[in-house]
């Protein structure tokens, strides 16, 4: 068996459920945002933060040298319609010397600190490749640096997630900190990463100033000039507004909920540039039953899995359905029913 996990507080699922800018205010923003271009806070690993107050918002960054798109330069970038399983409430149970896993999926997203490095190591020798889940965005009580944040660095509580604050993505302890963290997943063996809570901006997030898409934008052209030359692929989480901008320097969008949220097409821009979606939704009654005996309704299934109404503009997407557990229980579009065996249970029950 994997040794035990380092202590870390129960994952919780990833938030979609955000609060949206007034539609005139982010109108106003994508077109300001359109004029700026990649230029905005888009220089690889620049702080942008000259004035020296931690916010990051002292306006557009100097365009530089043209981005690279790094597709061309990774060993391994993942592909659009690539199967995928993601569990983070417990960790997945492998015996190191296990010739198969539920189920023959070609990438797990797991979380980044509890996950140890013997089990990515099974993964991959069972030609899985393994994206590791931490959150970038918010401060989390309970994490193994938890204690690194200042509270100078850290907002509000995100609604419904107590004790859990956003973070300023513009100082220089905060990044300091991410920088790490995607350090420890290039030593863990992680092939790319799935950084959370990116999308501050769309929130009341209690920054002073307050968070804006051009922060988001800047910390994501930061993580991409410390994943890059550790071989790690880069993940967008949500944060649709900003996709046009930052789509050059990012390899797969995690999506939770485009369908309950009528939002799908804008993320198939991903799908338009040969970049796959994870896309996940949260059903209601999912998993509830015997592991493994529990489907969906299929016009529930259909919601989720078609190509009309609320999911239209999904078509190429690889999509999970998932209880708000994030356990090892999984629905796919073709039906079936798998149940990753996760520890606490030893069976991988829901």
């Not at 700026?36 to 100097?62: E, H, I």
């Not at 956003?166 to 100082?171: A, D, F, I, Q």
């Not at 029913?337 to 030893?346: D, F, L, S």
């Amino acid at each position: 068996m994997s040794s035990k996990p380092i202590s870390a507080p129960t994952r919780r699922p990833t938030r979609s459920l955000r609060r949206r800018l007034l539609a005139g205010s982010l109108a106003a923003l994508l077109i300001l945002g359109l004029a700026l271009g990649l230029g905005l806070g888009l220089t690889l690993g620049r702080d942008n933060d000259d004035d020296g107050d931690g916010s990051g918002d002292d306006g557009p960054a100097p365009t530089g040298s043209p981005l690279p798109t790094p597709n061309g330069t990774l060993p391994w970038t993942p592909r659009v319609n690539d199967s995928w399983q993601i569990v983070l409430q417990n960790n997945i149970v492998l015996d190191s010397d296990a010739t198969w896993v539920t189920p023959n999926v070609s990438i797990f997203d797991i979380d980044l600190f509890t996950t140890d490095k013997d089990t990515i190591a099974t993964l991959h020798r069972l030609g899985k490749k393994v994206i590791c889940y931490f959150s970038a965005g918010s401060f989390e009580p309970g994490r193994p640096d938890s204690a690194d944040f200042d509270e100078g660095d850290m907002g509000k509580e995100l609604d419904g997630w107590p004790g859990e604050r956003w973070l300023k993505l513009g100082s220089s302890n905060v990044r300091a900190i991410m920088a790490k963290r995607v350090k420890l997943a290039g030593d863990k063996g992680c092939d790319g990463v799935d950084p959370d809570n990116v999308d501050g901006y769309q929130n009341d997030n209690g920054i002073v100033p307050a968070l804006k898409a051009a922060d988001s934008i800047s910390f994501m052209s930061y993580l991409s000039s410390l994943t890059t030359p550790l071989n790690l692929t880069l993940g967008l989480k949500n944060a649709g507004d900003i996709i046009q901008h930052v789509l050059p320097i990012v390899h797969f969008s995690v999506n939770e909920q485009c369908v309950d949220n009528a939002e799908c097409t804008t993320f198939h821009a991903f799908v338009d540039a040969g970049k796959p979606v994870f896309h996940i939704e949260y059903p209601d009654g999912e998993g509830k039953g015997k592991a493994g005996k529990m489907r969906l309704d299929a016009k529930v299934k259909d919601k989720y899995c078609g190509s009309k109404g609320d999911a239209k503009g999904s078509d190429g997407f690889s999509t999970v359905l998932k209880n708000m557990d994030l356990d090892g229980w999984v629905e796919y579009c073709d039906g079936s029913v798998e149940v990753t065996a996760v520890n606490g249970t030893g069976t991988g029950d829901p």
